[in-house]
């Protein structure tokens, strides 16, 4: 199974910005989440969402970006909208089959690359 995360690129604050997540293969994810690390910083759970939608977002983006999930499309979406230059990160996409946990605290067991979005004016 391959997770691909695209969408990230150069905005200015206050823009918007949308990541996909799409994964090959039958796999019925039981969550999948976005992950973000800034350069000299760990990694962090930004935005989770399990197969009943219930979705988690760390305070920092509530409020600013929408996780959602199209599984007929096998895609994941963040909509990151009021970006601020605290959100330049890599981000990833993450997915696990099992769930068991509260979204943000699954080992998730597949990962895609990363996606760098970079906000700057």
């Known amino acids: 199974v391959q997770l691909q995360a695209s969408g990230g690129g150069l905005k200015q604050p206050g823009e918007s910005l949308k990541l996909s997540c799409v994964w090959s293969g039958n796999v019925d994810y039981h969550s999948i989440a976005w992950f973000r690390q800034a350069p000299g910083k760990g990694r962090e759970v930004v935005s989770c969402i399990n197969n009943a939608d219930a979705t988690h977002y760390i305070n920092s983006v509530k409020g600013r970006f929408t996780i959602s999930r199209v599984n007929a499309r096998n895609t994941v979406y963040l909509q990151m909208n009021s970006l601020k230059t605290d959100d330049t990160a890599v981000y990833y996409c993450?997915?696990?089959?099992?769930?068991?946990?509260?979204?943000?605290?699954?080992?998730?067991?597949?990962w895609g690359q990363g996606t760098l979005v970079t906000v700057s004016s």
């Open positions: 993450a997915a696990d089959r099992a769930g068991g946990s509260y979204c943000p605290f699954i080992p998730y067991e597949h």
